[in-house]
T-cell receptor, first 109, second 117 residues
């Protein structure tokens, strides 16, 4: 089976750095995705990690450790518009993208 | 990134009517399309997977006779909610994946907000 866990909500201050963690257990692994979803909108793709290590993309970075079943999304220089839900997702053995419950990030001035 | 469109973006209907939602991949051929449903404050739940030219496979607990899926071409999939009831009110989101299979990114449509009165 597959379980993906992430914190339900987090709060951070504008300009700060925040790390959103995701742990997963899966019988098959084909990479880990992070998506951003604003209220009432569909998810937008942020990153895809299939190898261990950190991948940086502007203010957002994503890290993966396959041996630990662990990933995190790092957001730097937080802006108010970063307030959103961040979804960790991975493919199961059937090739279906399965989502964690999402982390609701609130950025405060 | 790739573009996926959905139509309509919002629909309000009476209980007992059927509603069709279209999902199109605009700039790539989607061999596989997925339909998700999301209730408020919850994550996306996969309803079904469809491959072009073949029958959709439904997740456990999803009624295939109620949620009809047709993947008519490599760029179009439709979801029809038949005899809709208030409990079917939800945010329906499609996504599409290209020929790269599981190594390919899934791109999401903008979603359809269905309200059944």
């Amino acid at each position: 089976g597959q379980n993906i866990d992430q914190p339900t909500e987090m709060t951070a201050t504008e300009g700060a750095i925040v790390q959103i963690n995701c742990t997963y257990q899966t019988s098959g692994f084909n990479g880990l995705f992070w998506y951003q979803q604003h209220a009432g909108e569909a998810p937008t793709f942020l990153s895809y990690n299939v190898l261990d290590g950190l991948e940086e993309k502007g203010r957002f970075s994503s890290f993966l450790s396959r041996s630990k079943g662990y990933s995190y999304l790092l957001l730097k220089e937080l802006q108010m518009k970063d307030s959103a839900s961040y979804l960790c997702a991975g493919y199961n053995q059937g090739g279906k993208l399965i989502f964690g419950q999402g982390t609701e990030l609130s950025v405060k001035p | 990134g790739a573009v996926v469109s959905q139509h309509p973006s919002r629909v309000i209907c009476k209980s007992g009517t059927s509603v069709k939602i279209e999902c199109r991949s605009l700039d790539f051929q989607a061999t596989t399309m997925f339909w998700y449903r999301q209730f408020p404050k919850q994550s996306l739940m996969l309803m079904a997977t469809s491959n072009e030219g073949s029958k959709a496979t439904y997740e456990q607990g999803v009624e295939k006779d109620k949620f009809l899926i047709n993947h008519a071409s490599l760029t179009l999939s439709t979801l029809t909610v038949t005899s809709a009831h208030p409990e079917d009110s939800s945010f329906y989101i499609c996504s599409a994946r290209g020929r790269g299979g599981v190594t390919d990114t899934q791109y999401f449509g903008p979603g359809t907000r269905l309200t059944v009165l």
